[in-house]
């Protein structure tokens, strides 16, 4: 039987927002293909032990790199530095560049009792947190020349872009822009090889979902909803992402892709 294992030897993935949810299920996924990863988050000390007790014990079984950086990705100086750093050696050789921060208010647009409006400000961070700091990660690799020739950008939207959810308007405003950009660097990037997409999951227990007013609420509605019976897990969404990478989906740009089971079918 051909063994996969080492399909992306020598190969990098750079993973904003690894260290939990859909970017951590990622790394295991690309990992397990040999792809080495580099993974960018902001954990508090007794989290980030766990993470990198984890993670190591991924690179080890699968025999690839995997560094750890618990740095601001949304930082101008600190992505420069990194790229800076990262950049030795590395060449032609990131083939993927997967956007999974989850940083964002969650409040309503008019004030609700003691619940105090999104302010502008808050709209303006969640959408670069969200959505435009992609377009500065992707413009900066790209000038490192990193990208690999035959590369992938993707990042995560969700059905908030054109729902309602509650406390989820800035979040969904940016999740609206990512898709606008989305279309606008598949058309721009593709000369250089890079494809970009966007994977819209299904409801996803995550540690992000979870701080949304009355998650538990949309979790038991996706659940009564999705035709396969369940909700989505990250893996799933990993699965996707994995795929996206393959020689065979480089025909793919300047999609959003549903990863949910058939729950939009609902």
Known sequence: MYNNNKQFAGKWAVILGGSSGFGLAAVQKLAR???????????????????????????????????LHNINALDNTTRTTFIEQFADGKQGQVKLLLHSIARGNLKPLIKTGDVEPLTQDDIQLTIYAMATSLLDWAKDLLAAELFDTDARIIGLTSE??????????AVGIAKASLESLCTYMAVELVKYGIKT????????ATPSLKRIPDSDRL????????????????????????????????????????????????
């Open 33 to 67: 293909h040999g792809m080495n990863v580099a993974v960018l988050y902001r954990e508090i000390a007794a989290t980030e032990r766990s993470l990198k007790e984890k993670l190591s014990q991924v690179a080890k079984e699968y025999a690839v790199t995997i560094t």
């Open 160 to 169: 908030g872009s054109d729902k309602y959810w509650e406390g989820y308007a």
């Open 197 to 204: 997409n966007l994977i819209l999951a299904g409801i996803t």
């Open 219 to 266: 979790i038991a509605h996706a659940t009564a909803r999705n035709p396969s019976g369940r909700i989505t897990k990250p893996e799933d969404v990993a699965n996707v992402i994995y795929l996206l990478c393959t020689d065979e989906a480089a025909w793919i740009n300047g999609t959003v892709i549903r990863v949910d089971g058939g729950e939009h079918c609902r």
